[in-house]
């Protein structure tokens, strides 16, 4: 069974530039998850998506980042425009339902200069 | 809500010692709680899961976690130590029924030959 699937696996940007990072769960997995992990820190949940539909975005700084699943498998998560302090790794985990064991893909490392 | 506190950002022992890593949680519902492992470059891998079944739990390479309500507890150990356990370990929580796991700022373990 193939793993969670990022790319591009590193991106370098300059401040106020725009950049969209991919995620393809496993196969058959309905619920997707992006996370936020910081330098020293852990991983933060910024959205979740059941299917094609948003469970969770509480956390996800809406004046800059969006995120989309149209069709309930593939997402991309954009920031527009990047800052300084979104220098991180972005991980996509998936799973099987709400309830079930989430499985994490390499992440995306993201440096903002 | 949940949190976790993971005592020691940074833990060293020699091959074949015992490890030990602390994570202490708070919760305003039952949880269930988790430990993840983080190799370089690589995305988080599940070591093993508390739900609320028996709270000694056991996981794949060796480690295995004793959940202790009364102590709020859920530390990680395994008897021997090998190279290959060098790695970042994250401990985290979520309420029962649920996968919104809150993580906490990791431990990174350092083997020494």
């Known amino acids: 069974e193939a793993g969670v699937a990022q790319s591009p696996r590193y991106k370098i940007i300059e401040k106020r530039q725009s950049v969209a990072f991919w995620c393809n769960p496993i196969s058959g997995h309905a619920t997707l998850y992006w996370y936020q992990q910081i330098l020293g820190q852990g991983p933060k949940l910024l959205i979740q998506?059941?299917?094609?539909?948003?469970?969770?975005d509480s956390q996800l700084p809406k004046d800059r980042f969006s995120a989309e699943r149209l069709k309930g498998v593939d997402s991309t998560l954009k920031i527009q425009p990047a800052k300084l302090e979104d220098s991180a790794v972005y991980l996509c985990?998936?799973?099987?339902?709400?309830?079930?064991?989430?499985?994490f893909g390499p992440g995306t490392r993201l440096l903002v200069l | 809500a949940q949190s976790v506190t993971q005592l020691g950002s940074h833990v060293s022992v020699s091959e074949g010692a015992l490890v030990l890593l602390r994570c202490n949680y708070s919760s305003s519902v039952p949880p269930y709680l988790f430990w993840y492992v983080q190799y370089p470059n690589q995305g988080l891998q599940l070591l093993l899961k508390y739900t609320s079944a028996a709270t000694l739990v056991k996981g794949i390479n060796g480690f295995e976690a004793e959940f202790k309500k009364s102590e709020t507890s859920f530390h990680l150990t395994k008897p021997s130590a090998h190279m290959s356990d060098a790695a970042e370990y994250f401990c985290?929580?979520?309420?029962?029924?649920?996968?919104?796991?809150?993580f906490g700022q990791g431990t990174r373990l350092t083997i020494n030959p």
């Open positions: 985290a929580v979520s309420p029962q029924g649920a996968q919104k796991l809150v």
């Open positions: 985990a998936s799973s099987r339902g709400t309830e079930e064991t989430q499985y």
């Open positions: 998506f059941q299917n094609n539909g948003v469970v969770d």
